[in-house]
């Protein structure tokens, strides 16, 4: 049985700076005052805080959110959610964890993650602007019947001291294959963290990058308003952004055969392989993104190329086949799945 959509709107490919900037994320941490912060809560108390929060959502009448309950969600289909973005790898492990998650996957409320809510919007592109606002209306309605854990001089109260004050994190996943080509990366990448900012991996704090994606986003949140790191990591993100977009105009100026046939061998592999692990597959389609962002690969989508970012992974590869699947099984049923999806331009 599915109980989790494969999809989520931030791969639709639309928005700002699209080609670049993959998606913007607001994401809002909340506790209840009268319960024992996630980490020092036991069972009773966890299972209260899941409670409360459906309180709230009947108190408001918000049917536009479904609540999820780890404890009756397969593993696979937490998994799911965790390559799709929406929760994170230790919190998809908690069986008292929940999630409050609308039909387009734009809109979420991680549930006894860190802390007691995690807030967040994800939307295409750079939309910063637009997620803060979402998730401030989500905020607004689901915390109004709530206690919040709030100090007059220090805001509100997390678990981690970097969340204290705002609890707000604003970030961006970016793709920037051609800084990476001609070695123009790594500088970049130690500017951002010298304003402030953070550089991740494809899945946030403690992972790698993978096919020249990275996530961005602020480092603190207390001693500056929520405009202010809005603001921030948005004028980075442009300057980054122009960036890529210098490199890319550097490797068409230099070389558009070289980069036509290094684009045309990744469609070349990715459409006729047998075998291909997620590590190839990432950097294959990173390049592939880059020749259709450049208008150089005719015929394929960027939402298509977004939703195969993530089909790829396991749980999106068990769910389609329907059982549980080998590491070798699955490199066979991933390159099945990218000749499948990248032949259809042929047809």
């Known amino acids: 049985m599915s109980f989790v959509n494969l999809f989520s709107r931030w791969m639709d490919g639309q928005g700002p700076e699209s080609d670049i900037v993959i998606s913007s994320r607001i994401r809002l941490a909340r506790n209840l005052n009268s319960l024992p912060f996630p980490r020092r809560a036991d069972l009773n108390s966890l299972q209260q805080v899941i409670q409360e ?11 536009q959110l479904k609540l999820i309950k780890f404890a009756s969600l ?5 998994q799911i959610l965790v390559e799709k973005h929406l929760i994170s790898p230790q919190h998809g492990q908690n069986e008292q964890g929940a999630l409050l998650l609308n039909e387009d996957g734009s809109l979420s409320v991680m549930i006894n993650e860190e802390d007691h809510l995690r ?13 803060w606002r979402q998730t401030q209306e989500l905020d ?28 707000l994190r604003a970030s961006v996943m970016i793709h920037l294959p051609a ?3 001609l070695g123009r990366l790594e500088p970049v990448l130690r500017s951002i963290t010298k304003v402030g900012l953070a550089v991740r991996g494809t899945y946030g704090e403690g992972t790698e990058a993978r096919g020249n994606i990275f996530q961005i986003s602020n480092q603190v949140t207390l001693g500056r308003n929520e405009e202010e790191i809005l603001d921030n990591i948005q ?3 442009t300057q980054i952004v122009e960036h890529e977009k210098n490199a890319r105009d550097i490797l068409v100026k230099s070389g558009k ?10 469609y070349g592999v990715l459409a006729n392989a047998y075998v291909m692990t997620s590590t190839e597959a990432m950097k294959l389609l990173s390049d592939l993104r880059l020749g259709v962002d450049l208008g150089l690969v005719e015929g394929l989508s960027p939402k298509l190329l977004n939703q195969l970012l993530v089909l790829i992974y396991p749980a999106h ?20 799945l990218l000749r499948e999806n990248l032949r259809k331009r042929e047809e």
Request: glycine share 6%.
């Open 53 to 63: 929060v459906e309180k709230s959502l009947q108190k408001n009448n918000s049917p």
């Open 74 to 78: 397969p593993l696979v289909e937490r």
């Open 119 to 131: 807030i967040q919007c994800i939307l295409p592109g750079l939309q910063l602007t637009e997620a």
């Open 140 to 167: 607004d309605d689901l915390t109004r019947e709530l206690d919040i854990a709030y100090d007059e001089d220090l805001g509100y109260l997390t678990c981690c001291p970097t969340n204290v004050g705002t609890g």
């Open 179 to 181: 800084l990476a080509y």
């Open 235 to 237: 004028r980075v993100t």
């Open 257 to 266: 055969v070289k980069l036509k046939d290094l684009t045309g061998r990744a």
């Open 317 to 336: 590869l068990q769910r389609l086949q329907g059982k549980d699947l080998e590491e070798h099984e699955r490199d066979f049923y991933r390159a099945a």
